[in-house]
């Protein structure tokens, strides 16, 4: 089994950073694919970020390109996204998950292990 745990959220003015972690505790971290998603109220989960295993391959939505960025350190056993030049339109909570074939995926149907989420609130 493997437990995902995020931080990081909270409250930050339009235009602001923020840095999201996810540490992870059993299971075999380093053969995992991340990815990050968030839900807004009365909104889907939508796809935000993926990473590979390695980190090699990085894919992200639209939305969120050139202002956040996913990265992960294997011997930490953590996940990170980091968030740049905040909207309010990204208010939402953020979640990040496991997927064992090592790739990520843009579709949450493919993770098997959930986070409990953290908040984001961007303030215009």
């Known amino acids: 089994q493997v437990q995902l745990v995020e931080s990081g959220g909270g409250l930050v003015q339009a235009g602001g950073s923020l840095t999201l972690s996810c540490a992870a505790s059993?299971?075999?971290?380093?053969?995992?694919?991340m990815g990050w998603f968030r839900q807004a109220p009365g909104k889907e989960r939508d796809f935000v970020a993926r990473i590979s295993w390695s980190g090699g391959n990085r894919h992200y939505a639209d939305s969120v390109k050139g202002r956040f960025t996913i990265s992960r350190d294997n011997a930490k056993r953590t996940v990170y996204l980091q968030m740049n030049s905040l909207k309010p339109e990204d208010t939402a909570v953020y979640y990040c998950?496991?997927?064992?074939?090592?790739?990520?995926?843009?579709?949450?149907?493919?993770?098997?292990?959930w986070g409990q989420g953290t908040q984001v609130t961007v303030a215009s």
């Open positions: 998950a496991a997927e064992q074939l090592g790739f990520g995926s843009f579709d949450p149907n493919q993770y098997g292990y």
């Open positions: 059993g299971g075999t971290f380093s053969t995992y694919g």
